[in-house]
């Protein structure tokens, strides 16, 4: 790379500090390749022994926050799990809310009007490492892999955006769904768990099929694991390693990635598609036709098409010492407007779910270090959390397994 390059690159970070954060890149080693599904407007069904919003298809919005738990004591962080049960029943469901009667304040919104619909409407809760510290005496009973989310090289944390006692994962059919559903949360809450950072996603549609594209324009998530394959790569089993109540949760990553758009739309096409590996139009790997091909790296030892250090080829050697890594990647893309610095604010929200953070995520992030297309992106926050098991029933609530 030459050194105007660098110091570009170096200009584009700049006025980016911080200690600590996350990892993650664009893909991940899978072992099915199959095309996304198309998510309804239908509502989506709340109880059940995992959460929704893991394996449900992506819908168009989606919005991540991160909390902090302000809670004096146990009592009041099982309050704070139930009321956020409770809440996200009713808003998953749809439906009228009810009348509180003259001189109190109406009990929604009605930013999605008087009958607010189901809309696709997913809230997954998830807990972060810090949760488990000595304030609510959950230290002995925190899940094995969960760990606060290191600085990985390339990264430039910013401390304001990482990590969190709670993560709300908030997906929906349209964007005032997913806003009406995180009002509503925080509403019924703000005694309990005060905002940490948010950031708002968005899921194109296919163009002209297949998976969508992410900002840099070409195609995201074309390999993942089917859903009748996810579950021993997403789901924490009863293997007498992990805490019992961990069982049928699932370790979450959420990565925010800046992508430096403006320099990379000054790449040539031909060397954009040398560091993915695939095509841009189609989303076929160099060596294929469709983006459901399969690279055959056994006929290019060399890296002659496909080169050995372009990201797919890196992420997911297909290798049978790589096929352990596997994970469920749900990524959205964000743009929220111009930085400090004057450039696009815009870029990626890489989310995943896997049942190992260390065989899994780090595996994948260890063979990306130093990739190429490292040079165009700046990790800045996110973190490390457990996503916990479903609510089984009315009687349920998030975290009872955990607290009782």
Not at 18 to 33: E, I, K, M, T, V
Not at 100 to 119: I, K, M, N, R, T
Not at 189 to 210: K, L
Not at 334 to 347: I, K, M, N, Q, V
């Amino acid at each position: 790379m030459s050194l105007n390059r660098r110091r570009f690159l170096q200009g584009a970070g700049a006025g980016v500090t911080g200690s600590a954060l996350a990892g993650g890149l664009f893909a991940a080693g899978a072992r099915a390749d199959t095309p996304p599904s198309a998510p309804s407007a239908e509502p989506v069904v709340f109880h059940g022994e995992h959460q929704a919003g893991v394996l449900t298809p992506a819908p168009a919005a989606g919005t991540f926050a991160a909390f902090d738990v302000t809670s004096p004591d146990r009592a009041g962080l099982v309050t704070l799990l139930k009321t956020l049960t409770t809440r996200a029943r009713v808003l998953t469901a749809g439906g009228p809310q009810p009348d509180l009667g003259v001189g109190a304040p109406p009990a929604d919104s009605a930013v999605l009007g008087p009958d607010a619909p189901a809309g696709s409407l997913t809230i997954t809760v998830s807990v972060g490492n810090s949760l488990f510290d000595q304030r609510y005496g959950l230290a002995g009973r925190k899940p094995l892999h969960l760990t606060t989310m290191p600085v990985f090289p390339d990264d430039a944390p910013e401390p304001a955006s990482c990590h969190g006692d709670l993560m709300l994962q908030i997906c929906a059919a349209t964007a005032d769904t997913a806003h009406h559903a995180l009002r509503d949360l925080m509403k019924h809450t703000r005694a309990w768990m005060q905002p940490r950072y948010r950031i708002d996603g968005f899921v194109p549609p296919p163009r002209p099929s297949g998976a969508p594209r992410n900002l840099m324009g070409f195609k995201d998530g074309i390999v993942n694991p089917a859903p009748a394959d996810a579950t021993d790569v997403v789901w924490v089993a009863a293997d007498g390693k992990e805490p019992a109540w961990a069982t049928g949760g699932s370790y979450q990553v959420v990565r925010l990635i800046r992508m430096l758009i403006e320099f990379w739309d000054r790449v040539s096409l031909t060397e954009q598609e040398r560091m993915f590996g695939r095509r841009r139009d189609t989303g076929a790997p160099l060596d294929g036709s469709a983006e459901t091909d399969k690279p055959d790296y056994a006929r290019d030892p060399g890296g002659t098409v496909i080169p050995l250090d372009s990201h797919i080829r890196l992420a997911n050697p297909r290798t049978a010492a790589s096929a352990g890594s596997a994970m469920l990647r749900r990524p959205y893309n964000y743009d929220r407007g111009f930085a400090p610095t004057g450039e696009l604010d815009s870029g990626l929200i890489f989310c995943c779910y896997q049942r190992n953070l260390a065989a899994q995520f780090e595996a994948v992030q260890a063979r990306l270090a130093g990739e190429p297309l490292a040079d165009y992106l700046r990790p800045f926050g996110g973190g490390y959390f457990f996503t916990l098991p479903g609510v089984r029933g009315d009687q349920d609530w998030y975290g009872s397994g955990l607290l009782r």
